[in-house]
């Protein structure tokens, strides 16, 4: 009886190279190259594909995709009111980069960043004439004449670079935090509420006045990251400070739209709390409607405020 020599097993994907170790899902013979380390032994590429595929998706405590780690919809925010800046800057000419906010007569106002649109005209000196504001007054001109829009734009506009620079920092700093617990999706649904909640309250409770900023949207993080923290039973120890402090400034420095910062705040607390306390069962589905009835109810408002 003669010997048969014995077969050395090949990777399957390189059958010039030799190899004795061999996937632990399929069995099949892989050489170094194409080891991938498992919990047990090596995997096959295609075996590790397949598992990525057959994974679930990574999820947040409150449901959110974990792409929010990256922070890009926090970047795109402040990377928006930049614009809204520049854009400001470039049509009211660059006067207005030293502009404080105040008003300086009845229908001027020295403006970084300009709320775009056909009410508003800008003059060589850097100020910008408000064409369309009622005698009563209104938060955002050309509101009572259908452009609903502001109330959206506001909150991409700034009256200074200090105003912008201060907003910007906080957006940073809370919005990283909660884009990450929340997921993009969740987080963006959260911010422009909030800052749409703030804007409607200023509408309604301070209309005699111009009011813009990302603050209404920055006081609703506030409120959102308190919320989020208590739903997980951290400590918030840290963050009521810092909101208390906000709160004093609300009321003590002139100027500041008191309704706007309370409307955010407000908003953004019941946005946070539609999302961490949605039931775990179609979690999803309850979140989605939250935030649904929170805007419904802030357009029936405005409507009304404006019909």
Known sequence: MSDVPATVPVCYR????????????????????????ASVGHQCP??????????????????????????YVTITLIALNILG??????????????????????????????VIGPSI????????????????????PGIWDGAYYRLF????????ILHLLMNMWALWVLGRQLETALGPIRFLGLYLLAGLG????????DADRLSAGASTAIF?????????????????STVLPVLIVNLVITFAVPNISIAGHLGGLVVGSLAAAGLAYAPQKNRSLYQGGALALLFLALAALTLTASA
Do not use: W
């Not at 594909?49 to 780690?69: D, L, N, W, Y």
């Open 153 to 160: 734009t506001a909150m991409f506009i700034h009256f200074g």
């Open 220 to 236: 609703g993080l506030f409120a959102a990251l308190f919320v989020l923290l208590r739903r997980l039973g951290r400590d918030t």
């Open 14 to 37: 390189h059958p010039d190279r030799e190899t004795y170790v061999r996937c632990t899902r399929c069995d099949r013979s892989i050489c170094p190259g194409c080891m991938n380390e």
């Open 198 to 205: 703030g804007n409607v309250a200023a509408l309604l409770f």
């Open 85 to 114: 800046a520049a854009l400001g800057v470039a049509l009211s000419g660059m006067g207005s980069l030293i502009g404080s906010g105040l008003f300086t007569g009845s229908s001027t106002i020295h403006f970084f960043g300009a």
């Open 46 to 71: 295609e075996c590790v594909a397949e598992g990525k595929r057959t994974q679930r998706p990574v999820r947040t405590a409150f449901g959110g995709s974990a792409a929010g780690r990256a922070g």
């Open 121 to 140: 005209t800008p003059l060589a000196d850097g100020y910008m004439y408000l064409e369309a504001v009622p005698e009563a007054g209104t938060v955002y």
